[in-house]
């Protein structure tokens, strides 16, 4: 059997850590109880376990278990603050304001919502990836209801101003919604500090299972109405009807409690690869960075390279690596990235891209022939390119 190429995919998804699958294996067959059924002892195991995971998710972002409200993902809880507060704010204002590197989750949303007469102001992006904040402070208008703006951008890894926004949208009286998928366990996140009145969670780029996620939903000052978009049972008080899926719930909250237990020296493990990557890459011409040198997620490292075809690239380095050009949600298709397009490149440009995510599992051997496959590709493919 051939060996499998080093996955270097991580802000695509994460495998599930074992000590998270142990977690959640008692809760498919022994623990099997509905968490709704509050009469007997398999209702209490279940409903025991989702409040302790709600508890290590209200931890990990300074908010209160209460306010934690499960969804099967992130892209659910983003289509659950966008439209819900949409529907509930309606009469206040149908103004919302969104940055053109968004996730499809929250672009898509706000595209629905303006087929409904809502009208959307699309922030653009500085060459680094990040905000102006002055632009931002010029699109509030009386009708503004809402600004969704995502914590770590899930291709160039980009970390935006949380704080500042927050600031800037409290002073407003306007609600803020972030998308922190990428975010949750890697960095500090802290929904009181920077005024963040919705947060959409996910577990599997932290090492927890698929089909789970979570909206944090401000119930003080202010108090966020939402309404539901899925109705049927009342569940997670009435903003999100379904029976709790209690094993990826469990799952979720196990991969949040080793993700914050080892956050400060993973981060800066990853760094360091992360560093050592870019250096060896580097040292070829035609090499150019996407997105802000520093103020990134740790094991991200978003690359444009000249002078190649951007599918004989991902061709060649496939058989050592798995790496991809842009989203994951949005690989099917064949458009060139939106994200790099708005940092001002072309579609050739964005095309040559390769974006690294290094994770927990990789090694220093690992970056190593990572780094010498990719050096070697560029080389042979620009070769070629001067021979025709």
Same mark, same amino acid.
Request: hydrophobic letters at 40%.
């Given at each position: 059997?051939? @060996? ?12 599930? +850590? ?10 498919? *067959? ?6 709704? *059924? ?65 996730? %499809?989750?929250? !672009? +898509? &949303? ?15 992006? $500085?060459? +680094?990836?990040?905000? /102006?904040?002055?632009? !931002? ?5 009386? +009708?503004?209801?809402?600004? %969704? ?7 160039? =890894? ?12 409290? /002073? ?6 972030? /998308? ?19 947060? %959409?969670?996910?577990?599997? $780029? ?18 966020? #109405? ?11 008080? =009435?903003?999100?009807? =379904? ?26 493990? !990853?760094? #360091? !690869? ?20 520093? @103020? ?22 496939? &058989? ?16 060139? *990235? ?14 040559? *891209? ?13 970056? /190593?022939?990572?780094? $010498? ?6 080389? %042979?493919?620009? $070769? #070629?390119?001067?021979?025709?």
């Amino acid at each position: 059997m051939s @060996q499998r190429p080093i996955y270097l995919d991580s802000h695509a998804t994460t495998p599930v +850590d074992e000590r998270v699958l142990t977690a959640m294996l008692p809760y498919f *067959s022994e623990h099997f109880g509905n968490p709704s *059924s509050i009469n007997h002892l398999y209702g209490w195991e279940a409903e025991a376990a989702v409040k302790q995971t709600r508890e290590f998710l209200a931890v990990a972002i300074n908010a209160t278990p209460e306010e934690i409200v499960f969804t099967s993902g992130a892209t659910e809880a983003n289509n659950l603050a966008i439209k819900g507060v949409a529907e509930a704010y309606f009469q206040k204002g149908q103004h919302i304001i969104t940055v053109v590197t968004e996730h %499809s989750a929250v !672009l +898509d &949303p706000c595209k629905y919502l303006k087929t409904l007469g809502f009208e959307i102001t699309i922030l653009s992006v $500085k060459k +680094d990836g990040l905000i /102006d904040l002055t632009e !931002l402070e010029k699109a509030f208008r009386p +009708d503004t209801i809402l600004v %969704s703006v995502m914590a770590a951008n899930n291709e160039i =890894g980009v970390l935006q101003p949380l704080a500042e926004i927050g600031t800037l949208c409290r /002073d407003r009286n306007v609600l803020f919604h972030t /998308d922190a998928a990428q975010a949750i366990g890697k960095i500090l996140l802290d929904v009181q500090a920077m005024k963040i009145d919705m947060m %959409s969670l996910t577990a599997h $780029k932290v090492y927890g299972p698929k089909g789970i996620g979570a909206l944090y939903v401000r119930r003080r000052n202010p108090r966020v #109405q939402l309404a539901p978009q899925q109705h049927g049972g009342g569940h997670e008080r =009435g903003m999100r009807s =379904g029976t709790l899926y209690t094993p990826q719930i469990v799952g979720f909250g196990k991969a949040i409690e080793i993700a914050l237990e080892e956050q400060a020296r993973e981060n800066q493990r !990853l760094t #360091q !690869l992360r560093q050592r990557l870019w250096k060896k890459l580097s040292q070829l011409e035609g090499i150019h960075l996407n997105g802000h040198p520093t @103020q990134r997620l740790p094991g991200n490292l978003n690359l444009t390279v000249e002078g190649v075809d951007g599918s004989a690239l991902l061709l060649g380095l496939q &058989p050592v690596m798995a790496v991809s050009s842009g989203s994951a949600c949005s690989s099917v298709t064949i458009a060139p *990235s939106h994200v790099l397009m708005a940092l001002g490149h072309s579609e050739q440009q964005a095309y040559a *891209s390769i974006r690294f995510g290094i994770g927990r599992f990789n090694t220093l051997e690992e970056i /190593d022939k990572v780094a $010498k496959h990719t050096v070697s590709t560029i080389k %042979s493919l620009r $070769k #070629q390119t001067l021979k025709v």
